[in-house]
């Protein structure tokens, strides 16, 4: 079953590159630490589901590549092409030369309506290339113009298209010092629009990353590349193939199906159903052993709270509205926004 | 009791043997007592005649109560056409198409958004297979089109590709496909045999009390003349020494029927041959109407179309893939009734048609006198 990858924006190409990158060493690394016939099987498993075999020499990765500026992708492309190990679809792109100016309204309502066909055209030939089409995943970044604005478009836009697929939104959390003054308008849309389209967020916060570089793995100056690579190391393991829950002996080929501790979990839900694992020998790439968890929690209750609080006091002194209204964005959405996220905040409060 | 007395009636363990083999491979449960089995069994389909439940548990009578209850299984669950179905040979093309159904009422509302959240997930994941089975059965039927004897169908099933791939399964397909064979053979003898069947229950009638459904039957079976091939002794044995035949193969209650209609013959001595005093003129009013009433019925049925089940996917140039639904035996013997009525009556007309005309030739012509056949 295959995966069809949305790279938006500066950020989600950037990831999606090292994400990808992860995956292709991992499968021809030779530290499988499990057997011959073992590793031969995730590594079918592995390609059938990112990568795509055709005539070409490479694997090329199931990926559709998006910006409002030329230079990322350009440059996405051509190191995914030095590598030798894989590479991307040259067609699989779509870039103009304008960008986006960290103004989400651009890219929601200006670049995506404007640019809809051409990228849905692209992102249809992906999935026709699937024999089984598990779904989509995205990756962008909340605090810009395009992975945010263009994004959430984008998503509608395939939830529109393929109402039975499953779609993945992967969202970096930006920085709680970033740059960008407007990035929690950005994020506070974002979300909001999301939450309609999308079947599950993965949120990854930029500053936790960066604790882990810094603490865990004593990196001195951090840089982006290696924020991103940890982020594409954890996506990796958690979209490594594994058994299914029965404990075959074939790789699941769903990547979608024994922390039993009552206290752990909610009352109406049983940790039976809460919590599932899954298994494989093969370790991923060079850990001996590895686990990653991946949890529906309150863990984003705080940031959250953080992020639209910031907004409010913002909107409520009007600042900066004028240029989200100039390209279609009114007060009423900024409202209907503000009000879906106090929902999902509050629905997080009473999860227990 | 009535006046033609001695009707046989096969003992109660057969019977209840019968109503064993036939409940048993549609209802999955067990019980110790294997009559007790069979009444929680007729229970269980929504048969409620209080006579049956009041049988005793020794198996001594009641012979006519589960006779009874074999008809009404045999007329209310469509049995041998579903038994049919469910012994073909598959293709391995078969999907199954299911109305949409809505979700039940829960307890908590957190676990009913998430059970919904579950729910949702794992009919994206049946759907997206199901994609998957029609992409791979699109190549199949692509590939190996124009290669299979049947002109109008053209390509192979997945079965049949498989053979291709692995010929020595071929003894085993063989045998299967005689075996469905066989079944609708002794299928189709029982179809010319069943308004018998039906009118001999509804003969007897007095004996089981009065009961409905039999009553409706007799508007459904009676639409055939009777066989005449059943007047004769010889055919009853030939019927018998068939349904033996068919009986080492088949399940049981195939030969059944056949076997009741020789014991039949057996001991009342010919009375079938007197239940076909029907006048010349009054089958010939009959067969008419019933001509008439057919031919109607097939003009003014609305098309039922509701798909639901198994139905086997067929490759077809001008569309992408579509579906045919093989109809059961009955329908199809019933259409080609409907179609047989609707040709006689084409026939009839048009030999009215040249009657006229030649009546008006012969008008025409001074000294001849036409006589008409």
């Given at each position: 079953m295959s995966i069809v990858t949305v790279q938006l924006g500066q950020c989600g190409n950037q990831i999606g590159h090292e994400v990808f990158n992860a995956i292709c060493s991992d499968v021809h690394g030779t530290h499988g630490l499990c057997s011959k016939k073992e590793n031969e099987s995730y590594h079918d498993a592995c390609k059938e589901r990112f990568f795509c075999e055709e005539e070409s020499e490479v694997p090329i990765a199931r990926a559709v590549l998006v910006d409002m500026e030329p230079k990322v992708i350009s440059q996405t492309l051509s190191m995914a092409a030095r590598s030798g190990y894989w590479k991307y679809d040259d067609r699989s792109r779509f870039c103009q030369k304008q960008g986006s100016g960290n103004n989400w309204a651009n890219g929601y309502s200006v670049h995506g309506p404007r640019h809809k066909e051409v990228i849905m055209n692209l992102v249809q030939k992906e999935a026709e290339k699937c024999d089984r089409l598990g779904g989509f995943f995205t990756i962008?970044?909340?605090?810009?113009?395009?992975?945010?604005?263009?994004?959430?478009?984008?998503?509608?836009?395939?939830?529109?298209?393929?109402?039975?697929?499953?779609?993945?939104?992967?969202?970096?959390?930006?920085?709680?010092?970033?740059?960008?003054?407007?990035?929690?308008?950005?994020?506070?849309?974002?979300?909001?629009?999301?939450?309609?389209?999308?079947?599950?967020?993965?949120?990854?916060?930029?500053?936790?990353?960066?604790?882990?570089?810094?603490?865990?793995?004593?990196?001195?100056?951090?840089?982006?590349?290696?924020?991103?690579?940890?982020?594409?190391?954890?996506?990796?393991?958690?979209?490594?193939?594994?058994?299914?829950?029965?404990?075959?002996?074939?790789?699941?080929?769903?990547?979608?199906?024994?922390?039993?501790?009552?206290?752990?979990?909610?009352?109406?839900?049983?940790?039976?159903?809460?919590?599932?694992?899954?298994?494989?020998?093969?370790?991923?790439?060079?850990?001996?052993?590895?686990?990653?968890?991946?949890?529906?929690?309150q863990f984003l209750l705080k940031p959250l709270d953080n992020v639209v609080g910031k907004a409010w006091n913002m909107f409520a002194s009007k600042a900066y509205i004028h240029q989200y209204t100039k390209f279609g964005i009114e007060e009423e959405d900024f409202l209907d926004s503000f009000t879906a996220l106090e929902q999902v905040i509050s629905s997080y409060t009473i999860l227990c | 009791m009535g006046q033609h007395k001695e009707v046989f009636y096969p003992l109660p363990p057969?019977?209840?043997?019968?109503?064993?083999?036939?409940?048993?491979?549609?209802?999955?449960?067990?019980?110790?007592?294997?009559?007790?089995?069979?009444?929680?069994?007729?229970?269980?389909?929504?048969?409620?005649?209080?006579?049956?439940?009041?049988?005793?548990?020794?198996?001594?009578?009641?012979?006519?109560?589960?006779?009874?209850?074999?008809?009404?299984?045999?007329?209310?669950?469509?049995?041998?056409?579903?038994?049919?179905?469910?012994?073909?040979?598959?293709?391995?093309?078969?999907?199954?198409?299911?109305?949409?159904?809505?979700?039940?009422?829960?307890?908590?509302?957190?676990?009913?958004?998430?059970?919904?959240?579950?729910?949702?997930?794992?009919?994206?994941?049946?759907?997206?297979?199901?994609?998957?089975?029609?992409?791979?059965?699109?190549?199949?039927?692509?590939?190996?089109?124009?290669?299979?004897?049947?002109?109008?169908?053209?390509?192979?099933?997945?079965?049949?590709?498989?053979?291709?791939?692995?010929?020595?399964?071929?003894?085993?397909?063989?045998?299967?496909?005689?075996?469905?064979?066989?079944?609708?053979?002794?299928?189709?003898?029982?179809?010319?045999?069943?308004?018998?069947?039906?009118?001999?229950?509804?003969?007897?009638?007095?004996?089981?009390?009065?009961?409905?459904?039999?009553?409706?039957?007799?508007?459904?079976?009676?639409?055939?003349?009777?066989?005449t091939k059943i007047s004769s002794k010889r055919d009853i044995l030939c019927c018998f020494l068939a349904g033996e035949l068919f009986y080492r193969n088949l399940p049981y209650f195939f030969f059944f029927p056949l076997f009741f209609l020789f014991s039949l013959q057996v001991k009342t001595g010919g009375e079938e041959l007197q239940k076909e005093g029907f006048s010349a003129t009054a089958r010939k009013i009959q067969e008419s109407v019933e001509l008439k009433l057919l031919d109607l019925t097939y003009l003014c049925a609305p098309k039922k179309n509701k798909m639901h089940g198994s139905c086997r996917l067929v490759f077809r140039s001008k569309h992408p893939a579509s579906k045919t639904g093989f109809g059961s035996a009955t329908e199809v013997i019933r259409e080609l009734q409907m179609r047989e009525a609707s040709l006689e009556r084409e026939l009839k007309q048009l030999r009215e048609e040249c009657r006229q005309r030649l009546d008006e030739i012969a008008e025409g012509l001074d000294g001849v006198i036409c006589i008409s056949p």
């Open positions: 962008m970044s909340m605090a810009g113009g395009t992975g945010s604005g263009l994004g959430a478009f984008v998503t509608q836009c395939l939830r529109d298209a393929f109402p039975t697929s499953f779609i993945l939104n992967h969202v970096i959390w930006p920085y709680g010092t970033g740059e960008v003054i407007v990035q929690n308008y950005n994020s506070v849309l974002t979300l909001s629009h999301l939450y309609q389209s999308s079947d599950a967020l993965l949120v990854h916060e930029n500053d936790v990353i960066h604790k882990i570089c810094a603490q865990l793995m004593n990196i001195k100056q951090i840089s982006f590349r290696d924020v991103n690579q940890v982020i594409a190391h954890q996506l990796g393991s958690v979209f490594q193939p594994t058994y299914t829950a029965e404990g075959g002996l074939h790789y699941s080929r769903n990547p979608l199906g024994s922390f039993r501790d009552p206290s752990l979990y909610t009352s109406w839900l049983n940790p039976r159903d809460a919590f599932n694992a899954w298994k494989t020998p093969r370790a991923f790439n060079k850990y001996e052993k590895s686990a990653s968890l991946v949890s529906n929690s | 057969v019977l209840y043997q019968l109503l064993i083999n036939v409940l048993f491979s549609i209802v999955f449960f067990f019980s110790d007592n294997q009559i007790r089995f069979v009444k929680s069994a007729l229970w269980y389909h929504g048969y409620d005649r209080p006579e049956l439940y009041r049988l005793p548990s020794d198996g001594s009578a009641g012979s006519r109560e589960l006779l009874l209850a074999f008809s009404w299984l045999l007329h209310r669950l469509s049995l041998l056409e579903q038994l049919l179905a469910r012994n073909r040979v598959k293709t391995g093309d078969e999907t199954s198409v299911s109305p949409e159904y809505g979700l039940e009422d829960g307890v908590d509302v957190r676990y009913l958004q998430w059970l919904n959240g579950r729910l949702r997930f794992q009919w994206r994941s049946l759907h997206a297979q199901h994609q998957e089975l029609c992409k791979l059965l699109h190549k199949i039927h692509l590939f190996t089109s124009g290669s299979h004897m049947d002109q109008i169908l053209g390509h192979f099933s997945v079965t049949e590709t498989d053979l291709v791939r692995q010929p020595e399964n071929y003894k085993q397909l063989l045998q299967l496909l005689e075996s469905e064979t066989m079944q609708l053979e002794a299928f189709l003898e029982w179809k010319q045999l069943e308004p018998v069947y039906w009118q001999w229950m509804v003969m007897n009638q007095t004996d089981f009390g009065r009961c409905s459904f039999l009553d409706s039957n007799i508007a459904d079976h009676f639409q055939r003349p009777l066989p």
